[in-house]
């Protein structure tokens, strides 16, 4: 019993979804890519910006936490989200979380950190192509044109009826991601399709 | 919707926020040294200031932080906001109300009314199969033929395309018409003039504008969409079209409306309102300069009235192309600007594919709301004509002056054949001028000035008799009218009559405030217009064109150069000199202020022929005493009806003015509401239709659920099983018998929905023990408890699970439905009341899905699946947590029951949780395991007398109300909600309590809410009320339906016999002890 259940895959919030997103994609030309990036190693750090933390965990992660509100800093494969000016969200590869986790609090020492695997709390969606713009601005308020929400932007905020955090990807054509609650997600992957129609 | 500038993310729409309520309101330092009468001011009482207030902000769907915000409760400006611990700023200042600059010439008359915004398309979102912003005919109306079935079209003006003829269908009739014509226009060509009856009266009304003002010619559309009352002006044809006229009333489609709406966001340094010259001319200064442009106007070309009088065709083909071109700027045509919201926050609707009848493409939004946050506006609305009320001005056959010109000239038709114009000011002449050019007779034109000067001489000069001092009478006709009658102004000798099939009325000119009115804008009145004209605002919008007053051509296209330069200059861009034209000046002769017209005695003189209202209706209204406009308004309904009074508004206030003989000017305008036009629900309402309308949230095992049958019960956004019937089973036996198997064998639940929140930090402990009513912080690593929170008031408002994870971390669980609202209330403390706790809260909800094992089976199903826990009762007992494995997948167990039932909650990570249901469900398998829902979950808990926050309770109720003063800590010095219970309300004997009911006949239920009384008979009203019912249910252990209920002094009552209400009957019920099953609690070890 239970080896058969360790051999059970690990399903994704939109895995259901995923067919349709990947039809959608295709029947877009290049106008619409959606696809959900699953897994994704996802840690909360709570921590004194101006503490003795800040730098250590930043040395020990090679990647300094960004401290200027609503941006991102990228480093190899790691990305560390700014989302409020004690609290980061630090994305990475899939299965790395327990490493991330032990890596803050060991570079932490004494100073009060919090660190908590989100990994599954939010999966994330990649939106991309021509039309990603014009495709999150169906629902999202924010002013998303390059000058406002350039490369290198990230923001909580709505999309749809849902709370979202959006990254502005600052790699080129990786468009956006929406990170969004896995029990929206389904919602969310819904909601995306429907305002493609136009764009397939 | 204000635009409020987080301390941190900067300026964000008002509903990522919430309201906090007055700022500055500390927790008192010691709540216990307190009178009652402190106390209560502290919870209770809070500052009702008009003008600057310091409040309590969170950006909660953003960066989750508190702040304050001096807000100016008078207008609803944000002034400054400051971050949570800081000092309020000494001063802040309100934003000033600056004045529209003041035009280079005033008021000279022009022509029509200038645009007022419009279309779709746009520069690169247009998407393939909707027919863009390709200009129509260039207005040499040259083309095939047809006109011997349009009698009314003349053979070369207008913009229409004669090569693309239009059948379509009115009130059963076919007829053609050509792309470019709107209803009204087609219809005119075709000699019908007549397009509806009036609402009260019933009278026969004519179409009366050419746009969106219309109040006569609002039709129904039948196909190819139903759709009702809309004004034939603003209907484009097309092919298939069938329309029917409107007893002034119409009806809503019986059928779902199958198009697609959608909704956009937009954002740009200058949103310019209206394309006709002033706008254009905005536009064009504004075009190249790299700022983000946005030019909304309503009609499928740009040039607003310039397309109407034929001026200047090329410069309006230039610039629009140019505009087309500009890759900053966005051109929507067909949309209309209808809401002008706080921070230049705008909405408009764009008409994608209604013109396109039965070929619009069925994944293209036939229509798309804009909400557009414009850095500066400029809004060149164009003026609306005025009419006046004379006598028998309703016939069909009176149409105002400009829109006879916009007929001729932009869509080849002559509203009639034999025309008197009847004006107050000169802008009639040149209508007067260029219909006789196209071939009506005009019989007169009918001046009330004296001294009409120049323009008269030129009318003169082409042969049409003036009539200076005079104005009409009366009008003869019935489907048309026939005759019109004038005479001296004033006065009832010397009356002539003049056979017409059309008379044109200019009684002056209103600027289109709306949108500015409603961005908050104050009008004035200028003297010189006679009429309102905006003058300040607090928000970044000027008015350029005849919207604020320049009713010189010229000066119009000056000033709206001036204004888009001005409002890109102010933006930290460049702007152009755009190569304008230099119309060639016009004579000028002041207007004449006239309202209502003498006439024949007892004809009425209508003044808002949409709801039919007269000039006698408006002096029986200040006869009764109405003094004010907007009470007039209301007493009669002048202005109410669905074009919102746009020709009658001014009127009616001019005829009140002169009814009570006071100035206008001291009489002011009606309020000016969104939206400017009507617009549909299905437009409002967009994709948030069906599915989309409010998002569904799911857990991990949802499509395990659907598949096996569940019901689904929505618990806030939550689709949770409600439960699982089989073959031919009702909810009742289902229930009873998901019910049975949690009390006998074993069944389990998906309790992922709890809500989870990840507390850390070394102050963790102090954190939850102010926040919870009892002890957290002796709670040991390893073990669970459960506890209650309350408000401030001592009023229950959450409770759950705290689980210690650390010393220095915990893992609190919530009410399902109050996830969030917990979350937020931790943050709100930690932020603005204990910044120095050093403790950070987390949700983690979705990062874990949680399955409840129950039952006496439970331990062997467990202990089947988990070979490496010690299952037994010593080893792993109530209220304990072990991580371990179950079914190969790592998890944390909880020893937790919400049914008195031996019981497990296990957790593991979502992506696992569908292998660990089956491997439950697999092991299960031979003690009978059943899946059961929240209905079960209710039954066995409200067994046990488990009260549900939220519905057992509803905000009014302390845990000692609930009898579980056992969870009130008598040690702890303070926790939120201590100090209220020693409030002489909170000890009242005769509060509610939570008790159980026993219906004396066990088959008999009790709906939720029935109250309950005392007696056997029902006194007479009013009936003493003891309490209600708050849960019901029939029990599978009980044998017998039992209920839970908030009655007052309710444990002194309990084996009393009350009375419940149910129908007409009243059912004798026992009180009860809430703890109906097991009250010693001797199942929960198994």
Same mark, same amino acid.
């Given at each position: 019993?239970?080896?058969?259940?360790?051999?059970?895959?690990?399903?994704?919030?939109?895995?259901?979804?995923?067919?349709?997103?990947?039809?959608?994609?295709?029947?877009?030309?290049?106008?619409?890519?959606?696809?959900?990036?699953?897994?994704?190693?996802?840690?909360?750090?709570?921590?004194?910006?101006?503490?003795?933390?800040?730098?250590?965990?930043?040395?020990?992660?090679?990647?300094?936490?960004?401290?200027?509100?609503? =941006?991102? !800093?990228? /480093?190899?494969?790691? @990305?560390? &989200?700014?989302? $409020?000016?004690?609290?980061?969200? %630090?994305?990475?590869?899939?299965?790395?979380?327990?490493?991330?986790?032990?890596?803050?609090?060991?570079?932490?020492?004494?100073?009060?950190?919090?660190? =908590?695997? !989100?990994? /599954?709390?939010?999966? @994330?969606? &990649?939106?991309? $192509?021509?039309?990603?713009?014009? %495709?999150?601005?169906?629902?999202?308020?924010?002013?998303?044109?390059?000058?406002?929400?350039?490369?290198?932007?990230?923001?909580?905020?709505?999309?749809?009826?849902?709370?979202?955090?959006?990254?502005?990807?600052?790699?080129?054509?990786?468009?956006?991601?929406?990170?969004?609650?896995?029990?929206?997600?389904?919602?969310?992957?819904?909601?995306?399709?429907?305002?493609?129609?136009?764009?397939? | 919707?204000?635009?409020?500038?987080?301390?941190?993310?900067?300026?964000?729409?008002?509903?990522?926020?919430?309201?906090?309520?007055?700022?500055?309101?500390?927790?008192?330092?010691?709540?216990?040294?307190?009178?009652?009468?402190?106390?209560?001011?502290?919870?209770?009482?809070?500052?009702?200031?008009?003008?600057?207030?310091?409040?309590?902000?969170?950006?909660?769907?953003?960066?989750?932080?508190?702040?304050?915000?001096?807000?100016?409760?008078?207008?609803?400006?944000?002034?400054?906001?400051?971050?949570?611990?800081?000092?309020?700023?000494?001063?802040?200042?309100?934003?000033?109300?600056?004045?529209?600059?003041?035009?280079?010439?005033?008021?000279?008359?022009?022509?029509?009314?200038?645009?007022?915004?419009?279309?779709?398309?746009?520069?690169?979102?247009?998407?393939?199969?909707?027919?863009?912003?390709?200009?129509?005919?260039?207005?040499?109306?040259?083309?095939?033929?047809?006109?011997?079935?349009?009698?009314?079209?003349?053979?070369?003006?207008?913009?229409?395309?004669?090569?693309?003829?239009?059948?379509?269908?009115?009130?059963?009739?076919?007829?053609?018409?050509?792309?470019?014509?709107?209803?009204?226009?087609?219809?005119?060509?075709?000699?019908?003039?007549?397009?509806?009856?009036?609402?009260?009266?019933?009278?026969?009304?004519?179409?009366?504008?050419?746009?969106?003002?219309?109040?006569?010619?609002?039709?129904?559309?039948?196909?190819?969409?139903?759709?009702?009352?809309?004004?034939?002006?603003?209907?484009?044809?097309?092919?298939?079209?069938?329309?029917?006229?409107?007893?002034?009333?119409?009806?809503?489609?019986?059928?779902?409306?199958?198009?697609?709406?959608?909704?956009?966001?937009?954002?740009?340094?200058?949103?310019?309102?209206?394309?006709?010259?002033?706008?254009?001319?905005?536009?064009?200064?504004?075009?190249?300069?790299?700022?983000?442009?946005?030019?909304?106007?309503?009609?499928?070309?740009?040039?607003?009235?310039?397309?109407?009088?034929?001026?200047?065709?090329?410069?309006?083909?230039?610039?629009?192309?140019?505009?087309?071109?500009?890759?900053?700027?966005?051109?929507?045509?067909?949309?209309?600007?209808?809401?002008?919201?706080?921070?230049?926050?705008?909405?408009?609707?764009?008409?994608?594919?209604?013109?396109?009848?039965?070929?619009?493409?069925?994944?293209?939004?036939?229509?798309?709301?804009?909400?557009?946050?414009?850095?500066?506006?400029?809004?060149?609305?164009?003026?609306?004509?005025?009419?006046?009320?004379?006598?028998?001005?309703?016939?069909?056959?009176?149409?105002?002056?400009?829109?006879?010109?916009?007929?001729?000239?932009?869509?080849?038709?002559?509203?009639?054949?034999?025309?008197?114009?009847?004006?107050?000011?000169?802008?009639?002449?040149?209508?007067?001028?260029?219909?006789?050019?196209?071939?009506?007779?005009?019989?007169?034109?009918?001046?009330?000035?004296?001294?009409?000067?120049?323009?008269?001489?030129?009318?003169?000069?082409?042969?049409?008799?003036?009539?200076?001092?005079?104005?009409?009478?009366?009008?003869?006709?019935?489907?048309?009218?026939?005759?019109?009658?004038?005479?001296?102004?004033?006065?009832?000798?010397?009356?002539?009559?003049?056979?017409?099939?059309?008379?044109?009325?200019?009684?002056?000119?209103?600027?289109?405030?709306?949108?500015?009115?409603?961005?908050?804008?104050?009008?004035?009145?200028?003297?010189?217009?006679?009429?309102?004209?905006?003058?300040?605002?607090?928000?970044?919008?000027?008015?350029?064109?005849?919207?604020?007053?320049?009713?010189?051509?010229?000066?119009?296209?000056?000033?709206?150069?001036?204004?888009?330069?001005?409002?890109?200059?102010?933006?930290?861009?460049?702007?152009?000199?755009?190569?304008?034209?230099?119309?060639?000046?016009?004579?000028?002769?002041?207007?004449?202020?006239?309202?209502?017209?003498?006439?024949?005695?007892?004809?009425?003189?209508?003044?808002?022929?949409?709801?039919?209202?007269?000039?006698?209706?408006?002096?029986?209204?200040?006869?009764?005493?109405?003094?004010?406009?907007?009470?007039?308004?209301?007493?009669?309904?002048?202005?109410?009806?669905?074009?919102?009074?746009?020709?009658?508004?001014?009127?009616?206030?001019?005829?009140?003015?002169?009814?009570?003989?006071?100035?206008?000017?001291?009489?002011?305008?009606?309020?000016?509401?969104?939206?400017?036009?009507?617009?549909?629900?299905?437009?409002?309402?967009?994709?948030?239709?069906?599915?989309?309308?409010?998002?569904?949230?799911?857990?991990?095992?949802?499509?395990?659920?659907?598949?096996?049958?569940?019901?689904?019960?929505?618990?806030?956004?939550?689709?949770?099983?409600?439960?699982?019937?089989?073959?031919?089973?009702?909810?009742?036996?289902?229930?009873?018998?998901?019910?049975?198997?949690?009390?006998?064998?074993?069944?389990?639940?998906?309790?992922?929905?709890?809500?989870?929140?990840?507390?850390?930090?070394p102050d963790a402990g102090v954190f939850l023990d102010l926040l919870y009513t009892n002890m957290i912080s002796t709670l040991k690593v390893g073990m669970i408890r459960y506890g209650v929170m309350c408000r401030p008031d001592g009023m229950v408002f959450d409770d759950g699970t705290v689980i210690r994870l650390a010393p220095d971390r915990f893992l609190v669980t919530t009410t399902t439905g109050n996830a969030a609202a917990v979350l937020d209330w931790m943050e709100e403390w930690l932020q603005t009341e204990w910044p120095e706790l050093k403790v950070h809260c987390t949700s983690v909800t979705e990062q874990w899905a949680t399955v409840a094992l129950v039952g006496p089976k439970s331990r062997e199903v467990l202990g089947s699946l988990a070979p490496r826990l010690a299952v037994a009762s010593e080893d792993f007992p109530?209220?304990?947590?072990?991580?371990?494995?179950?079914?190969?997948?790592?998890?944390?167990?909880?020893?937790?029951?919400?049914?008195?039932?031996?019981?497990?909650?296990?957790?593991?990570?979502?992506?696992?949780?569908?292998?660990?249901?089956?491997?439950?469900?697999?092991?299960?398998?031979?003690?009978?395991?059943?899946?059961?829902?929240?209905?079960?979950?209710?039954?066995?808990?409200?067994?046990?007398?488990?009260?549900?926050?939220?519905?057992?309770?509803?905000?009014?109720?302390?845990?000692?109300?609930?009898?579980?003063?056992?969870v009130v800590s008598k040690k702890k010095p303070d926790f939120i909600g201590k100090r209220s219970f020693a409030r002489a309300d909170t000890a009242r004997p005769d509060r509610k309590h939570l008790v159980g009911l026993l219906p004396e006949d066990p088959g008999t239920f009790l709906p939720e809410g029935t109250q309950l009384v005392a007696d056997s008979v029902l006194p007479a009203p009013p009936v003493p009320m003891l309490g209600h019912v708050?849960?019901?249910?029939?029990?599978?252990?009980?044998?017998?339906?039992?209920?839970?209920?908030?009655?007052?002094?309710?444990?002194?009552?309990?084996?009393?016999?009350?009375?419940?209400?149910?129908?007409?009957?009243?059912?004798?019920?026992?009180?009860?002890?809430?703890?109906?099953?097991?009250?010693?609690?001797?199942?929960?070890?198994?």
């Amino acid at each position: 019993m239970a080896d058969t259940a360790l051999a059970a895959p690990p399903r994704s919030p939109l895995a259901h979804a995923a067919d349709r997103l990947a039809a959608a994609t295709r029947a877009s030309r290049g106008a619409i890519r959606l696809a959900e990036l699953p897994f994704l190693t996802q840690v909360n750090v709570r921590l004194d910006a101006k503490g003795a933390a800040a730098d250590a965990v930043g040395l020990a992660l090679g990647l300094q936490l960004p401290l200027e509100p609503d =941006t991102v !800093v990228r /480093a190899g494969e790691s @990305t560390a &989200l700014w989302l $409020g000016p004690d609290e980061w969200l %630090l994305v990475g590869p899939p299965g790395n979380e327990r490493g991330l986790e032990s890596r803050i609090r060991e570079a932490a020492g004494d100073e009060p950190v919090s660190v =908590t695997d !989100v990994s /599954a709390q939010r999966t @994330t969606l &990649l939106v991309t $192509g021509s039309r990603a713009r014009d %495709l999150l601005a169906h629902g999202c308020p924010l002013d998303l044109h390059p000058r406002a929400f350039e490369a290198g932007r990230c923001a909580q905020t709505t999309l749809g009826r849902t709370q979202v955090v959006l990254v502005s990807r600052d790699e080129p054509r990786a468009g956006f991601w929406v990170l969004v609650r896995s029990s929206f997600a389904g919602y969310l992957a819904d909601w995306l399709l429907d305002a493609a129609t136009e764009y397939v | 919707m204000l635009l409020i500038p987080c301390p941190w993310c900067g300026p964000r729409d008002e509903a990522e926020f919430h309201y906090g309520g007055q700022a500055h309101v500390p927790y008192p330092e010691d709540p216990a040294s307190l009178s009652d009468e402190e106390w209560a001011r502290y919870l209770f009482f809070r500052d009702n200031t008009k003008g600057p207030f310091a409040e309590r902000w969170s950006h909660a769907a953003g960066c989750r932080r508190w702040f304050n915000a001096v807000r100016d409760t008078s207008t609803n400006e944000i002034l400054t906001v400051y971050r949570a611990g800081e000092e309020r700023p000494e001063t802040v200042e309100s934003r000033p109300a600056t004045s529209q600059p003041s035009p280079a010439n005033p008021a000279r008359p022009a022509l029509e009314d200038e645009a007022v915004q419009a279309e779709g398309g746009s520069g690169g979102t247009a998407p393939s199969g909707v027919e863009g912003a390709e200009p129509l005919e260039d207005g040499t109306g040259r083309g095939g033929g047809g006109e011997t079935t349009q009698p009314f079209r003349h053979p070369t003006r207008g913009r229409i395309h004669r090569d693309t003829p239009i059948t379509f269908t009115f009130d059963g009739t076919a007829y053609q018409g050509y792309r470019g014509d709107t209803l009204a226009s087609a219809l005119l060509a075709n000699g019908v003039l007549q397009a509806g009856t009036s609402i009260k009266l019933g009278r026969p009304r004519g179409i009366f504008s050419a746009g969106v003002e219309e109040p006569n010619a609002v039709i129904q559309i039948e196909a190819p969409f139903p759709e009702p009352m809309l004004p034939a002006t603003t209907v484009e044809l097309y092919d298939g079209l069938v329309a029917t006229s409107l007893p002034g009333q119409g009806r809503l489609a019986t059928e779902p409306d199958p198009a697609r709406y959608d909704a956009v966001h937009a954002h740009c340094d200058l949103l310019i309102v209206g394309a006709g010259p002033a706008g254009l001319a905005a536009a064009a200064a504004a075009a190249t300069s790299g700022a983000r442009v946005i030019v909304a106007d309503d009609q499928p070309e740009l040039g607003g009235t310039l397309l109407g009088t034929a001026e200047l065709p090329d410069w309006v083909e230039e610039t629009a192309a140019r505009l087309d071109a500009a890759p900053a700027v966005r051109v929507l045509r067909r949309t209309t600007v209808f809401g002008h919201y706080d921070d230049n926050h705008l909405l408009a609707v764009e008409r994608r594919t209604n013109h396109l009848g039965a070929q619009a493409p069925e994944n293209v939004s036939r229509e798309r709301v804009w909400r557009i946050r414009a850095r500066r506006v400029i809004l060149a609305t164009g003026a609306h004509e005025r009419s006046l009320a004379f006598a028998d001005n309703d016939r069909p056959g009176v149409m105002l002056a400009a829109s006879a010109h916009t007929y001729v000239n932009r869509y080849g038709v002559l509203p009639g054949r034999h025309a008197v114009v009847f004006t107050t000011n000169d802008s009639a002449y040149p209508t007067a001028l260029e219909l006789a050019a196209a071939g009506v007779s005009v019989q007169a034109v009918v001046d009330t000035r004296p001294e009409p000067g120049e323009w008269a001489e030129r009318a003169r000069a082409a042969g049409i008799e003036v009539l200076t001092g005079h104005a009409v009478t009366g009008t003869e006709g019935d489907a048309r009218i026939t005759a019109v009658t004038v005479a001296p102004y004033g006065e009832s000798a010397g009356q002539r009559e003049f056979a017409a099939d059309l008379l044109l009325v200019s009684g002056g000119w209103n600027p289109v405030a709306h949108l500015f009115s409603q961005a908050g804008g104050k009008l004035r009145h200028d003297e010189e217009l006679g009429t309102f004209v905006p003058d300040t605002c607090r928000q970044a919008v000027e008015v350029a064109g005849s919207a604020s007053g320049v009713l010189d051509l010229g000066g119009v296209l000056a000033q709206g150069a001036a204004a888009g330069a001005r409002a890109i200059e102010a933006e930290g861009y460049t702007p152009e000199t755009p190569a304008l034209p230099k119309p060639a000046a016009q004579p000028y002769t002041p207007a004449m202020h006239v309202f209502t017209v003498p006439g024949r005695e007892a004809a009425p003189r209508f003044v808002d022929l949409q709801r039919d209202v007269t000039v006698d209706d408006l002096a029986r209204a200040t006869g009764a005493g109405m003094r004010s406009v907007e009470h007039t308004k209301r007493y009669t309904t002048a202005g109410t009806a669905n074009d919102q009074g746009k020709t009658s508004g001014v009127l009616a206030g001019g005829v009140v003015a002169e009814l009570l003989g006071v100035d206008i000017s001291a009489l002011g305008t009606t309020t000016f509401r969104p939206p400017y036009t009507p617009v549909s629900f299905a437009a409002l309402a967009g994709r948030d239709r069906g599915a989309l309308h409010d998002p569904i949230r799911v857990t991990a095992l949802h499509q395990w659920h659907v598949e096996h049958g569940a019901l689904f019960e929505n618990v806030g956004q939550w689709k949770r099983p409600w439960y699982y019937p089989r073959d031919g089973e009702d909810m009742e036996a289902a229930v009873l018998r998901e019910c049975a198997a949690a009390r006998e064998g074993v069944a389990f639940m998906d309790a992922s929905t709890l809500g989870k929140i990840d507390v850390q930090g070394p102050d963790a402990g102090v954190f939850l023990d102010l926040l919870y009513t009892n002890m957290i912080s002796t709670l040991k690593v390893g073990m669970i408890r459960y506890g209650v929170m309350c408000r401030p008031d001592g009023m229950v408002f959450d409770d759950g699970t705290v689980i210690r994870l650390a010393p220095d971390r915990f893992l609190v669980t919530t009410t399902t439905g109050n996830a969030a609202a917990v979350l937020d209330w931790m943050e709100e403390w930690l932020q603005t009341e204990w910044p120095e706790l050093k403790v950070h809260c987390t949700s983690v909800t979705e990062q874990w899905a949680t399955v409840a094992l129950v039952g006496p089976k439970s331990r062997e199903v467990l202990g089947s699946l988990a070979p490496r826990l010690a299952v037994a009762s010593e080893d792993f007992p109530f209220m304990a947590w072990r991580e371990t494995a179950v079914a190969g997948i790592e998890a944390r167990v909880c020893r937790i029951s919400f049914s008195g039932e031996l019981a497990y909650e296990i957790n593991v990570s979502p992506w696992q949780a569908l292998a660990l249901w089956q491997a439950l469900y697999e092991a299960g398998a031979p003690y009978g395991i059943i899946p059961y829902g929240t209905e079960t979950m209710h039954v066995l808990r409200a067994e046990k007398g488990y009260p549900i926050i939220g519905q057992d309770t509803d905000g009014t109720v302390t845990p000692h109300d609930l009898g579980m003063n056992w969870v009130v800590s008598k040690k702890k010095p303070d926790f939120i909600g201590k100090r209220s219970f020693a409030r002489a309300d909170t000890a009242r004997p005769d509060r509610k309590h939570l008790v159980g009911l026993l219906p004396e006949d066990p088959g008999t239920f009790l709906p939720e809410g029935t109250q309950l009384v005392a007696d056997s008979v029902l006194p007479a009203p009013p009936v003493p009320m003891l309490g209600h019912v708050t849960s019901s249910y029939r029990s599978a252990a009980l044998g017998r339906t039992f209920a839970l209920a908030m009655i007052k002094g309710g444990r002194e009552r309990i084996g009393e016999r009350l009375y419940a209400p149910v129908g007409d009957r009243l059912v004798p019920v026992t009180v009860a002890s809430p703890v109906l099953y097991d009250p010693e609690g001797a199942r929960r070890d198994g």
